[in-house]
């Protein structure tokens, strides 16, 4: 949000606020003004959105220090928010298997997840396919990740196929 301040701003009536938080009503630009230089405050612009624009006498520099403020908590708290609270976007971890997987393979991948799952973080498992032939393997290989993993971790989507093999998201338990 783009803060204006004193002869920033352009409106030839504001709509404005006291010291105090008290309605002062509409009144000049100049007038409103003045009344910040009497007060030693600055006059800031709180929205562009009414006409007149609601105004408010601040001290100086609390103005700018509480954009910048906002602003930051803003990109914090950017769009796509998804873990408690914490600002951070969930960071997924994605495995990939092939249909025909040796044991050896299988059992270190599944170390993996199951050292994610425990550790909090969720685990999307893909099990790659490279025909139609072997979808039912891929979907056989996703069944015996997710049985082996129930302890660590709990199914958030169901078991998603296509034709180019089969996948299922997990959380920590």
Do not use: W
């Not at 994610?116 to 072997?134: C, F, I, N, T």
């Amino acid at each position: 949000m783009a803060v204006l301040l004193n002869e920033q701003i352009r409106a030839s009536e504001v709509v404005l606020t006291g010291l105090r938080g008290e309605q002062l009503g509409v009144v000049s630009r100049t007038e409103a003004l003045a009344m910040a230089k009497a007060a030693g405050a600055d006059l800031v612009c709180t929205s562009l959105m009414s006409s007149p624009p609601p105004c408010s006498l601040m001290a100086k520099g609390k103005a700018k220090a509480a954009a910048q403020k906002e602003t930051a908590t803003g990109r914090k708290s950017g769009a796509g928010q998804q873990s408690g609270g914490n600002g951070k976007k969930e960071k997924v971890k994605e495995l990939r298997f092939t249909a025909h997987i040796e044991e050896h393979d299988y059992d270190t991948k599944l170390r993996q997840a199951d050292k994610h799952l425990r550790s909090g973080k969720p685990v999307q498992l893909v099990v790659k396919a490279s025909g139609a032939k072997e979808a039912a393997a891929a979907k056989a290989v996703i069944e015996r990740l997710v049985a082996d993993l129930k302890e660590a971790g709990g199914k958030d989507t169901g078991i998603q196929s296509g034709g180019k093999g089969s996948q299922v998201k997990l959380n920590p338990r």
